[in-house]
Nanobody, 119 residues
Framework: VQLVESGGGLVQAGGSLRLSCAAS????????MGWLRQAPGKEREFVAS????????YYAESVEGRFTISRDNARNTVFLQMTSLKPEDTAVYYC?????????????WGQGTQVTVSS
């Protein structure tokens, strides 16, 4: 199993970034996918998840209305479109896969991509 995140970087507050996660080694279209993040000195926290078909996205309250999760099962890829970014969104963002529901203890993880939002 391999999950490879990309798209992180440095952006000013109010800006946008789009993260991608390319998956391989498992049947992507049958897994729930999600994004979590970990800021320095803090625990990893849930950001967003999406079910196997893409019909049911779910968001943490802190990102609701600003972030959009989506997936392309033909390309084995999940995306996180982030808009109206805030300095408190600064963290390492991880892609995760789970057969049932994505949580902080999910089965598969990527290595993470750094997102830094400057004020």
């Amino acid at each position: 199993v391999q999950l490879v995140e990309s798209g992180g970087g440095l952006v000013q507050a109010g800006g946008s970034l789009r993260l991608s996660c390319a998956a391989s080694g498992f049947t992507f279209s049958t897994y729930a996918m999600g994004w979590l993040r970990q800021a320095p000195g803090k625990e990893r926290e849930f950001v967003a998840s999406i079910n196997w078909s893409g019909s049911s996205p779910y968001y943490a309250e802190s990102v609701e209305g600003r972030f959009t999760i989506s997936r392309d099962n033909a390309r084995n890829t999940v995306f996180l479109q982030m808009t109206s970014l805030k300095p408190e969104d600064t963290a390492v963002y991880y892609c995760a896969a789970d057969l049932y529901i994505v949580t902080t203890t999910s089965e598969y993880w990527g290595q993470g991509t750094q997102v830094t939002v400057s004020s």
